[in-house]
Structures are given as structure tokens and as C-alpha cells.
């Protein structure tokens, strides 16, 4: 199933969103090269893996405490959040 999916929205919870990486995600969910060579496999039989699309929600943090300003400006401004989830699955839009 994951062989046919272009982007990923991860969600995972980080304490300091800022060092958490793309090299992170993949560590977490066993997608490092030396996990799937084990499994026969490249990153390149993984769509969003090999165009690096693993997007997450917390960009804005709070500088103080690295705390996520999803949940606080998400739902007043939905708008740029539906306008950036487009952006992220397709990207010629910025065109």
C-alpha cells in the first residue's frame, strides 16, 4: 500500500519539532536505506520517499517552548491550511 502513495502527512508527535528531521521519520517508521535493503527494497519503490514529500504539521512553532501552532491557527485560518495541503500533493499550483 505504501508503494502507491505520493505524499505523507506525518503527525508524529516530536518534543523539539525543529531537530525532528526527514532522516527522523524515516528512522522511525523502519524506511532508512539499511531497513529496506534488508527488505530487498530502495527508497525509490516508495513514491513519497524518493521526491522527499513527507510534510508535517507543525512549521510554526513557538519560540520559547517549540510549541506547535496547528491546533490555534488551523481552524480560524482554514483557508491557508486547505491552501497549503493542496500545495503540498500538488505542487504546480504555485504556478
Given at each position: 500500500m505504501l508503494k502507491?502513495?505520493?505524499?505523507?502527512?506525518?503527525?508524529?508527535?516530536?518534543?523539539?519539532p525543529s531537530s525532528y528531521t526527514?532522516?527522523?521519520?524515516?528512522?522511525?517508521?523502519g524506511?532508512?536505506?539499511?531497513?529496506?535493503?534488508?527488505?530487498?527494497?530502495?527508497?525509490?519503490?516508495?513514491?513519497f520517499l524518493a521526491s522527499s514529500r513527507v510534510y508535517?504539521?507543525?512549521k510554526r512553532t513557538s519560540p520559547a517552548n517549540g510549541g506547535s501552532d496547528?491546533?490555534?491557527?488551523?481552524l480560524?485560518?482554514?483557508d491557508e491550511a486547505l491552501l497549503d495541503f493542496a500545495l503540498a500533493i500538488v505542487p504546480q499550483l504555485k504556478d
Open positions: 502507491t502513495i505520493d505524499v505523507v502527512i506525518d503527525e508524529t508527535y516530536a518534543y523539539s526527514f532522516e527522523t521519520f524515516k528512522a522511525n517508521y524506511l532508512t536505506d539499511d531497513d529496506l535493503a534488508n527488505a530487498s527494497e530502495t527508497s525509490a519503490d516508495y513514491p508535517r504539521t507543525d496547528w491546533m490555534e491557527s488551523s480560524p485560518h482554514a
